[in-house]
């Protein structure tokens, strides 16, 4: 079954650049989307297919998957950033939606 | 607006089979394309996905739970029901019932609008 592999944590101060990866066989060849998940709350995807931004995401948060990690990040950083984020794919191969582990974001 | 709301018990014994309704309105689901997944997370853990249903009544299931569960629809009350048979104290978590993005906007295979999900626990 398809695996995606995240950094179980990243810190960075405010005003700097918070880069989450999510690593996977072949991920260029997947489209990943990314959900941010704050204590006690349902997830809300802030990017989709790969780099795209839904509506009231704010720009700061951007996506990339060129080559062997697919990347979130978040620029100018900001207390209310901080959450979990979690990359997810559709496994065509085996018909499964596939989670990543989850990193924990802490702004310090 | 595209609402989702998680229903069903929130203690379960060991050994029993958990039923999770999902009613959703903003959409239909049978509207070509719509599709509807169970995601639950146990506590302090990542999200797992667990079932998808489709407009077209295409099922898929988590392939470690294929057994246990069964995913339905019910498209004239705008519910999708969840059962997971043989409850063990691992199942224990939040319970979702998610939307899938829709062709043409952010879809199809991101998660665009979520339920604010159910607690449930298994224990005796």
């Known amino acids: 079954s398809y695996v995606l592999t995240q950094p179980p944590s990243v810190s960075v101060a405010p005003g700097e650049t918070a880069r989450i990866t999510c690593g996977g066989s072949?991920?260029?060849?997947?489209?990943v989307h990314w959900y941010q998940q704050k204590p006690g709350q349902a997830p809300i995807l802030v990017i989709y297919?790969?780099?795209d931004r839904p509506s009231g995401i704010p720009e700061r948060y951007s996506g990339s998957n060129p080559g062997t990690m697919a990347t979130l990040t978040i620029s100018r950083v900001e207390a209310g950033d901080e959450a979990d984020y979690y990359c997810?794919?559709?496994?065509?191969?085996?018909?499964?939606?596939?989670f990543g582990g989850g990193t924990k974001l802490t702004v310090l | 607006q595209v609402t989702l709301k998680e229903s069903g018990p929130a203690l379960v014994k060991p050994t029993q089979t958990l039923t999770l309704t999902c009613n959703f309105s903003g959409f239909s689901l049978t509207t070509t394309g719509m599709r509807v997944s169970w995601i639950r997370q146990p506590p302090g853990k990542a999200l797992e996905w667990l079932a998808r249903?489709?407009?077209?009544?295409?099922?898929f299931y988590r392939t470690s739970l294929k057994t246990r569960l069964t995913i339905s629809k019910d498209t004239s009350k705008n519910q999708v029901v969840l059962t997971m048979a043989n409850m063990d104290p691992v199942d224990t978590g939040t319970y979702y019932c998610?939307?899938?993005?829709?062709?043409?906007?952010?879809?199809?295979?991101?998660?665009?609008?979520w339920g604010q999900g159910t607690t449930v626990t298994v224990s005796s």
């Open positions: 297919y790969d780099d």
């Open positions: 997810q794919v559709w496994d065509s191969d085996s018909d499964q939606l596939v």
């Open positions: 998610v939307r899938h993005g829709v062709v043409g906007t952010t879809g199809p295979d991101d998660l665009d609008f």
């Open positions: 249903i489709d407009w077209d009544d295409d099922k």
């Open positions: 072949n991920i260029a060849s997947q489209s």
